[in-house]
């Protein structure tokens, strides 16, 4: 099936740092979309990217849809404590509420 | 009210029970999703429902049963689960027919099977 691999797994960070994580397939996505966990959270979408070469920013996030349409990346600016949670990329193909997700990137910020 | 509610947030359950998972939402969607989250492993889709219709089964085993009385609220009947069963069930909803992937997620049920 399709596998969406993230790095990296886990992360500490100073806040006030950037941050920047990825995701990579080795299928082709039409959509790709970052979603955030938080603690005894659902997961809350944070920002959706349907063409590629998409470059998106939402504030302090922006995110790009690669131009091979099987990776993207997640960059986060001047950390704060309350980005701290899991980041799943996910990918939607063929059938459009088919989402796949990757495994996750926990963030830890030390403030 | 939150936009998708899950009931019960936790329930603890031995192998020979019977127990359900309920969602709602309030959102005027026409999808709902059942996801399952383990430790270290992706969310798994498990089934979709549209306009009350069941139009996803990710081959899930049949000791879990769906149910979808209308585009609001939707079951997962649980019996004979097994220990490895134990997870976060998220519930979600979108939008028939809406952007591609963008779901709106509950809070989930943990569930523990002992």
């Known amino acids: 099936g399709q596998q969406l691999n993230q790095s990296p797994q886990s992360m500490f960070i100073q806040e006030g740092e950037d941050v920047s994580m990825n995701c990579t397939s080795s299928?082709?996505?039409?959509?790709w979309l970052w979603y955030k966990q938080d603690p005894g959270e659902g997961p809350v979408l944070l920002i959706a990217?349907?063409?590629?070469?998409e470059l998106t920013s939402n504030g302090r996030l922006t995110a790009q849809f690669g131009i091979t349409r099987k990776d993207s990346f997640l960059n986060i600016s001047a950390s704060i404590p309350s980005d701290v949670g899991i980041y799943f990329c996910a990918g939607v193909s063929g059938g459009y509420q088919k989402v796949t997700f990757g495994t996750g990137t926990k963030l830890q910020v030390i403030p | 009210e939150t936009g998708v509610t899950q009931t019960p947030r936790h329930l603890v359950m031995g192998m020979t029970n019977k127990k359900s998972l309920k969602c709602e939402q309030h959102?005027?969607?026409?999808?709902m999703y059942w996801y399952k989250q383990s430790a270290k492993k992706p969310l798994e889709l498990m089934f979709v429902y549209n306009f009350k219709e069941q139009t996803e089964n990710n081959s899930v085993p049949s000791r879990f049963s769906p149910e979808c009385p209308n585009s609001s609220h939707l079951f997962l009947h649980l019996h004979t689960l097994q220990p490895e069963d134990s997870a976060l069930y998220l519930c979600?909803?979108?939008?028939?027919?809406?952007?591609?992937?963008?779901?709106?997620f509950g809070e989930g049920s943990r569930l523990t099977v002992l």
């Open positions: 990217l349907y063409k590629a070469g």
């Open positions: 299928s082709i996505f039409n959509t």
């Open positions: 979600a909803s979108s939008h028939s027919g809406g952007a591609p992937g963008e779901l709106f």
């Open positions: 959102l005027g969607h026409n999808a």
